[in-house]
């Protein structure tokens, strides 16, 4: 708690070096410190089943959709193909990595086979985005649709380098400096390094100029284009940029499960991490953190709520689907933008409050 | 077509040159050099003829797809699962009464009543907004599908084909050449000409009622310019919800097809809402000749590729859809 009091004490601008620090506006605020504590000593906290299947599993999730959610809050350009990337990059760590289908990995080391898989997911996400920049708007989720689709098909119907539908099986995970990272405790870190890396990373871009020129092209393509601005460049760069998230996010995934196939990058694996991003709120980088937490904790213990209901079990799927529609129905910026219409009623019972309308 | 012939010859002149090596494949008895070289001519005519039925099946599901995307911006991600329902439903019906024809018509107007429902009681609510309105749909999508599961469990069904239609009969088409000069013709099964035929019945129908009628007109004016239609006095709801009731009726019916000449399971709704969506990114958003052709295409695609490269035919059809948005991206047959 001593943590929580002395921070806004820090609010103080005082030394130059400070100052950076102190332009994120994320560091003003002692629930933000708190929660960076708690999720700093969750392993001290959660078992190995909580800090994987939970934690670990959120912040993987979370790191997929906050790349949706920077096309889509920033950019104007809601991208189903997120996980296709994601998951890409996942068969590329196997192909060229080590696994236990010797005929098709390349048997690189890690060092060499992640980033290899990187670039190639990025190159892959942004081809992909410069098709779908063509066309605008709410074609957008169609090509991207279309995509993701047909990568599923493809790698199902591919054995000489996807294998098949079986997928690749027993993919190793790095070790080195004495340190077994696919363990639970290091791993966990690893995972929260990227997710805070890429989080951070999301909010530098959208306040950087680039992010800005982004935001403006939303809003009004073709003033920008008058103002002088390459508007398609502006977009492909930002699935580019989104791409490479994604495909950390992938490269994450195959580390935790050790292996990929068809059905981890499945039509409705794509549409979750939209329910993610929708679900936690679109508009600001932390939505998608939230998003993919309450669907974890869903997915994971729905099952026995609903047994313990009296209830079928398996209805999982009906339980998400209904309260993404309620989410769509009654907030266009997810549980955040519940929160905050919740909290300004309260600070201000007088006015009725507005919520914010379409978010594209 | 005269138009198009004079803007684009080297394309007129291309796709000519395709038509014509196209036809002269089915007529032609093949020498046997090319036998040699791509394998029997049965074996392309049945991959050439099962691309086309396959194609009449994806475009009565497209067509309802583009229909209701072209007057009401509604991008309907629940396309699949209205094709499933109706599927399920024909089954339901046909298992029950052994009607194949009563399966048809139950499905069309259940999925047609379920389209009158969604659009009164969800898509008006959200009129104009684009991506909400996406959003609600595949949120709709994921419900409805998990509802099926319930109902219907995993298994594959399989609609009965009626006795009058089961078995292949001939057609005028020269496989090969017997030894002894006797010609070998082509057997195909009976069911899938007749789909096909019905499916091209019911898209003159279509075209009919959009071109030459009073409805036709407004639907085609509010494809348009929905405000201003709606400026004039139309009562552009009752339009809104009469297309909304078709486009789903026309993927209740494209269900009970599809169940009848494949199979229904889940996992299918997708394929089919894939599947539309790539036909109607080929044809052109909104247009019914549009649908018609890319449907056209991308089924002879799909069973061409799975005949001779089997392990990359989705690819082709993914090429086709990236060349069309890169040198079309409207769509073959958009007017933009």
Redesign the interface.
């Known amino acids: 708690m001593s943590l929580v009091q002395s921070a806004p004490e820090t609010t103080q601008p005082a030394a130059a070096p400070r100052a950076t620090l102190l332009a994120w506006p994320e560091f003003n605020k002692p629930a933000v410190w708190l929660v960076a504590v708690i999720l700093l000593i969750m392993p001290f906290i959660a078992s190995g089943f909580f800090l994987i299947e939970i934690f670990a599993t959120t912040l993987i999730l979370g790191t997929i959709a906050l790349s949706l959610m920077f096309l889509a809050g920033y950019g104007g350009m809601?991208s189903l193909m997120q996980l296709t990337i994601a998951g890409f990059a996942a068969y590329m760590v196997a192909v060229f990595g080590m696994s236990a289908n010797t005929n098709i990995s390349l048997g690189w080391p890690w060092w060499l086979a992640t980033p290899m898989a990187l670039v190639l997911a990025t190159i892959f996400g942004t081809l992909g985005g410069t098709?779908a920049v063509?066309?605008e708007?709410?074609?957008t989720?169609?090509?991207t649709?279309?995509?993701g689709?047909?990568f599923y098909?493809?790698t199902n119907?591919?054995?000489?380098i996807f294998g098949g539908h079986t997928g690749i099986n027993t993919i190793a995970t790095p070790k080195f400096w004495g340190v077994d990272w696919r363990a639970d405790v290091p791993y966990y870190y690893v995972t929260l390094g990227v997710a805070a890396f890429c989080y951070f990373a999301v909010q530098y871009v959208s306040r950087a100029p680039f992010g800005l020129a982004l935001q403006g092209v939303r809003d009004n393509p073709r003033r920008m284009a008058a103002l002088g601005f390459n508007v398609n460049a502006h977009r492909v760069a930002a699935y580019a940029f989104a791409s490479f998230i994604a495909a950390l996010g992938g490269v994450l995934q195959v580390w935790n499960y050790r292996q990929i196939s068809p059905g981890s990058v499945s039509?409705?694996a794509c549409?979750d991490i939209?329910?993610i991003a929708?679900v936690g709120g679109i508009t600001r980088p932390i939505g998608p953190y939230i998003g993919a937490f309450i669907f974890v904790i869903l997915r994971t213990f729905a099952l026995d709520l609903l047994v313990k209901l009296g209830l079928?079990g398996?209805?999982f799927?009906?339980l998400?689907?209904?309260g993404?529609?309620a989410i769509?129905?009654w907030s266009?910026d997810g549980v955040i933008g519940l929160w905050e219409r919740w909290r300004r009623r309260a600070t201000t019972p007088d006015k009725r409050a507005v919520g914010g309308?379409?978010?594209? | 077509m005269t138009r198009f012939i004079e803007r684009h010859p080297a394309w007129a002149l291309i796709a000519l040159v395709a038509v014509a090596l196209l036809l002269w494949l089915i007529l032609a008895v093949w020498p046997p050099g090319l036998e040699e070289a791509i394998g029997r001519k049965r074996v392309f005519l049945n991959a050439v003829l099962n691309g086309i039925t396959l194609g009449s099946l994806y475009f009565l599901v497209a067509s309802g797809f583009t229909l209701i995307f072209g007057l009401m911006r509604n991008v309907n991600l629940a396309h699949g699962s209205l094709y499933l329902f109706g599927g399920y439903i024909g089954y339901a019906i046909s298992a029950w009464t052994g009607s194949w024809i009563l399966g048809f018509i139950i499905a069309f107007i259940a999925v047609a009543l379920v389209g009158i429902a969604l659009q009164i009681i969800v898509f008006r609510r959200m009129e104009g907004e684009d991506l909400r309105q996406t959003m609600v749909t595949i949120g709709l999508s994921i419900v409805f599908a998990d509802l099926m599961l319930w109902a219907f469990g995993g298994d594959f069904y399989q609609i009965q084909t009626p006795s009058w239609l089961v078995g292949p009969i001939e057609l005028p088409l020269v496989t090969a050449v017997k030894s002894s000069g006797e010609a070998v013709y082509l057997r195909y099964p009976l069911v899938r000409l007749v789909i096909f035929v019905a499916a091209v019945v019911i898209g003159i129908v279509m075209w009919l009622a959009l071109n030459r009628t009073r409805v036709g007109m407004m639907v085609r004016a509010g494809v348009d310019d929905r405000d201003m239609l709606a400026a004039t006095g139309v009562p552009i709801q009752l339009v809104f919800v009469a297309v909304f009731a078709l486009g789903a009726g026309l993927a209740g019916i494209a269900g009970v097809v599809g169940g009848t000449f494949q199979s229904l399971s889940p996992g299918e709704d997708t394929r089919f809402l894939l599947a539309s969506l790539v036909v109607v990114i080929v044809g052109g958003m909104g247009s019914i000749p549009g649908a018609a052709l890319g449907a056209v295409i991308i089924g002879l695609a799909e069973q061409l590729g799975s005949v001779y490269i089997p392990t990359y035919a989705i690819v082709v059809t993914f090429l086709i859809m990236v060349l069309v948005l890169a040198l079309r991206p409207q769509g073959l047959l958009a007017r933009r």
């Open positions: 809601v098709l063509r066309t708007g709410i074609y989720i169609m090509i649709l279309a995509i689709a047909a098909y493809f119907q591919n054995w000489a039509v409705g549409i939209l329910i929708v079928d398996n209805r799927r009906l998400i689907g209904l993404f529609l769509v129905f266009s309308h379409g978010h594209g």
